[in-house]
């Protein structure tokens, strides 16, 4: 079971990246995604999460009216648009998936809950 994250890079403040989880080995039908972040010096901090079924999301305070996270089952993929990009959203962004479970419109913002994890892409914004 693989995740990959793709989509990082270096952007301006005010700028846009959108962020891409692909799944390999596994369908992500049956999974709850998060989204999670790691800036140098801090620890890994949860962003986002979306239910296995039902389309349920929830958002960190911090990225609320920002980031929008989105799923395509039939690409197996878990995107994250990321708008008005500020300094302080650079970090490594992981993608991660709980599962399987159906859990109707819900999702954990917890990472405790998730067991399999990409290796990240790096996040920079920066003027």
């Known amino acids: 079971l693989q995740l990959v994250e793709s989509g990082g890079g270096v952007v301006q403040p005010g700028g846009s990246l959108r962020l891409s989880c692909a799944a390999s080995?596994?369908?992500?039908?049956?999974?709850?995604i998060g989204w999670f972040r790691q800036a140098p010096g801090k620890e890994r901090e949860g962003v986002s999460c979306?239910?296995?079924?039902?389309?349920?999301?929830s958002y960190a305070d911090s990225v609320k009216g920002r980031f929008i996270i989105s799923r395509d089952n039939a690409k197996n993929t878990v995107y994250l648009q990321m708008n008005s990009l500020k300094p302080e959203d650079t970090a490594v962004y992981y993608c991660?998936?709980?599962?399987?479970?159906?859990?109707?419109?819900?999702?954990?913002?917890?990472?405790?809950?998730?067991?399999?994890w990409g290796q990240g892409t790096q996040v920079t914004v920066s003027s």
């Open positions: 080995g596994f369908t992500l039908d049956y999974y709850a």
């Open positions: 979306i239910s296995s079924v039902g389309g349920g999301t």
């Open positions: 991660a998936a709980d599962g399987p479970l159906l859990l109707f419109g819900i999702c954990e913002s917890s990472q405790k809950y998730y067991d399999y």
